[in-house]
């Protein structure tokens, strides 16, 4: 039988490097991201729009790239207080992830400077001015007075000093999760425990500080499309959404590297179905979080609220909301539920694309039907596609920086308990 | 905190992850059978265990006083009148709920996690939870007015051809708790089964023998049924996690799909359902740490035990911390709505607000100093945090019941809230209530399990034929 | 059913886990079928070694759970919709997001249920009789800290003399015959 010849140890390869085929994805995310960003310029051109549709779409191409990256600072830290084994496994991965932090700065820029400075974006920082506004019906009275009363939060002075702050902060992050990981493996096995406590210290508060940063780039990069509207738990759906990406991510990641070594001797179906299974957690937090709010504002049915989600059930867009659904709930939740399913790796890859795609589908859903010309109003416009390709190209060029800092580490963080463990051959029943 | 220079030869720590061990070494599959079932099997009770139930009979007495006069005269005996139409029924009913919800985190998803340090823990843990669900549910149940009614919660063909209003949030409470009620107990029966095995293999009385016999259904331990016991388990692990969740969040509905300032916002679900494993950690470590001092068990429940719940504890309060300052910051001011303000402002500095500041420092100051790792590993220390953080989760419901009525939206009709003894009698009874079942099922039955504690003896490892086997018992 | 009278089986006892499922896995190989293990907690190694790989629990579970589901959906709608249609705050009579909470309820409910006594009529329990009880050693171990495999007589290969020597080439504690 299989489990008696599998007793004996296996051992880490000398060469822990990643594989030379990562650079061929590289090169295909390259080549995808420049075909879909030249189509999305000349998409831009053509819609004739002031480039509304194409800053909108930048801003859904930077809301993922950004989950990725700081989501996956996020888990990292994360994995750093819970333990366990899978921890060590998506370790490099996710650090990779965190060093995109400079090109998601990047993607932020013009966010920034043309949404919230040339006041192309935000509603607020269009009408600063409400009462002149107000008289010439570009906004409605509750719109004139949220943005009246919320301007010491929603100006642009603001707006740029806590973005500048909290991408400041995350590269600190960065830097010191990047640094000490590498410090580690140069140290010797006794100091183990040392350096434990050392990122347990670091990630502790880091996760705390990290929530509330998060909240403030949602609330402000996102929720502030629509300045009447609040919900308390949007922070929160966002923090789940990017662990909920950032885990099909870094499946994927492990699935594609797992055909050559060093990752195919330590990537166990134990601790693949252990991620899948951590997946189908967050895709029922996810859904958790979203119906909760909406049954709550559903029930109250009060108009300070609800038209936030007429604006987006409405008109044709309850085909967009129904479809979420089922891309971020039903088809990953029904598909994991199998055990087996989450140990063949050939059908969790298509799990996990499902699960990125949702990710892009629910930003659509939420970042369009916040203007005017979309609300309660699903139409076919030129802009619309832009949809399609300027997320597609940010999202390739994003992932060709992933690849390339894959590359610049081993793949396996060696000083770790764990190491000896994951080599282990693994039970007949998991 | 951290050293580069670690005891390495201190037995109660793990040689290779430097961690505390979950267990203490020399154990084996004998003594740790013996060392459980004897609490049990002894036909010599400690005269404190006589004492503390006497103590807790006295409570449940105070609670079969206060329920009888209220049958007799009606919930006008307690302080809920208009607009606190809610007063410490619905507030013990939450705290209590919420104390259960650890007993099924601890079970379920610490078993999901392979967490195998809730092995020792989880069997009390669960207890606690049964007994938290039978205090808990009581209060609904005597708020109704009419209890003996009861039943028509429940949608059943009858002669008056009415049937239950299913877009209540009350109604949607009758199947949560039910639910995990009924969930919690075979969840609970099915974990002792292998136990109840030991027991009548063990047990000298004839008495006992037959009570565990019966009560064990014929186990035997063969691996065919452990495999499907196993799968079950974790089947149920798998269910009773999104339970716990959709149990304090249907409490949580109970308040947020109203209309009302201070209940009315979405992030009441996640952050009722964290503040429960808050409050339910901290009951989990009031239980604990007698426990194992009068019985003996620091083999058992270690300062692993102790730290790591003391991690949850911190965790999860923060997560509560969150909720309270999204609360605060969206109604204070982001919302841009008068009432939402007041509501807070009201809740903050209003003639109620010192009970907001006692939920403060109990819930969110004190708590950061388990931050601390020497004082997560303090026994006494984290014994008395466990009783200053059950005292702010009381107040939180306190808080969002009381000060979220007593002023809404026309002065006119505003009021206060003052507690009577028949209130306070009814919530002392029923603490009374828990430490009686509580001291019934350590005595009755194994408090940690046995078969899940042999799991993590060394001795349980499988060795490949030509390694040298480990010494066999003693 | 009719009274059985002979030997059950042939039950050795181990003092380890990993002895057990040394002689589990070499009486499979040599060809008993019919045969089980016993131990004092869950050894996945031996019920591998026996061939037992997969069990029908999670099915019962799955079917239970939509039985819960559709089972309480239909009948909120059906009392909401038909039997009893009630104005509540202008929501509709078919307010399927309120309808969600108690039929998620009712899935778990059911689902659990039919985990926990699917499992145990799977495994035939409650059972009150069995032959292994009749030994002694078997008693006092096989639910605390001893090891046991158990051929049965029912198996083709089965013979009390030829599998008892089998059995004593694993240098168990004992090997005791036990009648039904």
């Given amino acids: 039988m299989e489990q008696h010849s599998g007793y004996h140890e296996k051992t880490l390869p000398a060469d822990l490097s990643a594989p030379a085929f990562v650079n061929g994805w590289r090169s295909r995310a390259l080549i995808i991201g420049a075909v879909f960003s030249i189509i999305g310029v000349i998409l831009g051109f053509l819609a004739n729009d002031g480039w509304a549709h194409f800053l909108r779409a930048w801003l859904l191409g930077f809301m993922i790239s950004f989950g990725f990256c700081c989501g996956g600072m996020a888990l990292l830290m994360t994995q750093y207080l819970s333990g366990g084994k899978w921890g060590l496994l998506v370790r490099r991965p996710l650090e990779a992830m965190t060093r995109t932090l400079p090109l998601v700065f990047l993607y932020f820029l013009p966010v920034g400077i043309f949404g919230v400075s040339l006041k192309k974006l935000y509603l607020w920082a269009q009408y600063p001015d409400t009462e002149n506004a107000l008289k010439n019906h570009l906004i409605n009275a509750t719109q004139a007075h949220s943005i009246h009363f919320k301007k010491p939060l929603l100006n642009p002075v603001t707006f740029w000093e806590v973005s500048i702050f909290i991408f400041a902060s995350w590269a600190l992050y960065t830097f010191l999760l990047n640094r000490w990981s590498l410090q580690r493996d140069a140290d010797s096995q006794p100091n183990v425990f040392y350096w434990q406590k050392r990122f347990e210290n670091l990630s502790g508060f880091g996760v705390v500080f990290y929530s509330i940063t998060l909240t403030a780039a949602a609330i402000y990069w996102v929720m502030s499309l629509d300045p009447t509207w609040y919900s308390t738990v949007y922070g929160l759906q966002f923090l789940v959404g990017q662990a909920y990406g950032v885990l099909a991510l870094v499946i994927l990641t492990l699935i594609g590297l797992s055909s050559a070594q060093p990752i195919k001797t330590i990537f166990r179906v134990t601790e693949q179905h252990d991620l899948g299974k951590l997946c189908l957690a967050f895709t029922m937090l996810n859904i958790y979080l979203a119906f909760a709010a909406f049954l709550i504002i559903w029930s109250g049915n009060s108009p300070e609220e609800i038209p936030w989600y007429l604006d987006r059930i409405r008109g044709g867009w309850g085909v967009i909301a129904t479809l979420d659904f089922v891309f971020h709930w039903l088809l990953p939740f029904t598909l994991l539920l199998s055990r087996d399913l989450k140990r063949i790796k050939r059908k969790l890859v298509v799990v996990c694309c499902i699960m990125i795609f949702a990710r892009c589908w629910d930003m659509f859903w939420l970042i369009e039907p916040n203007f005017k010309d979309a609300a309660r109003n699903l139409h076919f416009s030129i802009g619309i596609l832009e949809y399609i390709f300027v997320p597609t190209g940010l999202i390739a060029f994003w992932m060709a920086n992933y690849f390339s800092q894959l590359k610049t580490r081993p793949l396996v963080a060696t000083n770790d308990p764990h190491v000896a463990e994951i080599l282990e051959p693994e039970h007949a029943h998991a | 905190m951290a050293t580069k220079n670690q005891p390495l030869n201190d037995p109660m720590l793990d040689p290779i992850t430097g961690e505390d061990r979950v267990i203490a070494p020399g154990h084996t599959f004998k003594s740790v059978t013996e060392k459980i079932s004897r609490i049990v099997l002894t036909s010599h009770t400690p005269i404190g265990w006589f004492g503390g139930l006497l103590l807790a009979g006295g409570g449940v007495s105070m609670l079969l006083v206060a329920v009888s006069w209220l049958f007799l005269k009606g919930v006008g005996i307690w302080a809920i009148t208009q607009p606190v139409a809610w007063g410490f029924a619905i507030i013990n009913f939450v705290w209590w709920i919420g104390i259960g919800h650890a007993g099924t985190l601890i079970s379920a998803i610490l078993l999901l996690f392979k967490q195998s340090w809730r092995n020792s823990i989880n069997r009390f843990a669960e207890a606690m939870t049964i007994f938290a669900v039978v205090c808990a549910g009581m209060f609904p149940l005597i708020h109704v007015g009419r209890p003996w009614l009861g039943y028509w919660l429940f949608p059943y063909p009858n002669s008056m051809n009415v049937w239950p209003q299913f877009r209540s949030p009350l109604l949607w409470d009758v199947f949560a708790v039910s639910t995990y009620a009924t969930i919690s107990v075979v969840f609970w029966y099915i974990g002792l089964i292998p136990d109840l095995g030991t027991l009548r293999d063990r047990s000298q009385s004839k008495i006992a023998q037959f009570a565990y016999g019966w009560l064990a259904l014929g186990w035997r331990g063969s691996v065919r049924h452990w495999v499907r016991y196993e799968t079950a388990s974790l089947l149920l692990a798998g269910l009773a996690t999104p339970l716990v969740l959709s149990v304090h969040t249907v409490i949580s509905f109970d308040f947020a799909v109203a209309l009302l300032p201070g209940w009315h916002t979405t992030i009441f679900p996640p952050y009722f359902v964290a503040g429960a494993v808050y409050s339910g950690f901290a009951m989990v470590i009031t239980l604990a740490v007698p426990i194992r001092k009068f019985y003996h068990l620091e083999d058992v429940i270690t300062i692993r035990h102790i730290e790591n719940m003391g991690k949850v504890m911190l965790t999860t309060g923060l997560i509560v911390a969150y909720g309270y300052a999204m609360e605060v910051f969206m109604s204070y001011w982001y919302s841009a709505s008068h009432w939402e303000y007041f509501m807070m402002w009201n809740r903050m500095f209003g003639p109620m607000g010192w009970s907001y500041w006692v939920l403060v420092t109990c819930n969110i100051a004190l708590p950061q100093l388990m931050w601390f790792r020497a004082f997560r590993r303090n026994v006494p220390l984290m014994f008395i945090m466990s009783f200053i953080i059950n005292t702010g989760m009381w107040f939180e419901r306190f808080v969002i019941v009381v000060t979220s009525l007593y002023r809404d939206y026309l002065p006119s009709s505003w009021g206060t809230y003052r507690a009577t003894r028949w209130d306070y009698a009814t919530f002392a009874g029923t603490l009374g209530l828990f430490t009686f079942l509580f001291f019934l099922f350590v005595r009755f039955l194994p408090m940690i399990p046995m078969s899940e504690l042999r799991i993590l003896l060394p001795q349980a490892k499988i060795h490949a034929e030509g390694e040298p086997l480990p010494e066999a018992g003693d | ?180």
């Fill in chain 3, 1 to 180: 059913m009719p009274i059985q009278e002979g030997t059950y089986g042939l039950l050795a006892e181990f003092d380890t886990p990993s002895e057990l499922v040394r002689a589990a896995q070499s009486a499979y190989d040599s060809g008993y079928r019919r045969m089980d293990c016993y131990t004092p907690y869950p050894v996945e190694e031996a019920a591998a070694a026996i061939g037992f790989h997969r069990d029908n629990v999670s099915l019962l579970c799955l079917l239970g759970g939509l039985l819960g589901l559709v089972a309480m959906f239909s009948l909120e709608t059906w009392i909401s919709v038909w039997a009893y249609p009630l104005n509540i705050a202008g929501r509709p009579y078919y307010s399927w997001p309120a309808f969600v909470v108690p039929a998620y309820e009712w899935t778990i409910l059911f689902a659990g249920l039919s985990a926990a006594f699917g499992m145990l009529a799977l495994n035939g329990l409650p059972q009150v009789y069995h032959p292994l009880f009749n030994s002694v050693n078997f008693r006092n171990g096989a639910t605390s800290d001893k090891f046991f495999l158990c051929l049965e007589s029912t198996d083709p290969k089965f013979d009390v003399a030829e599998s008892r020597v089998f059995l004593e080439g694993f240098k168990p504690v004992s090997v005791v015959e036990v009648e039904y």
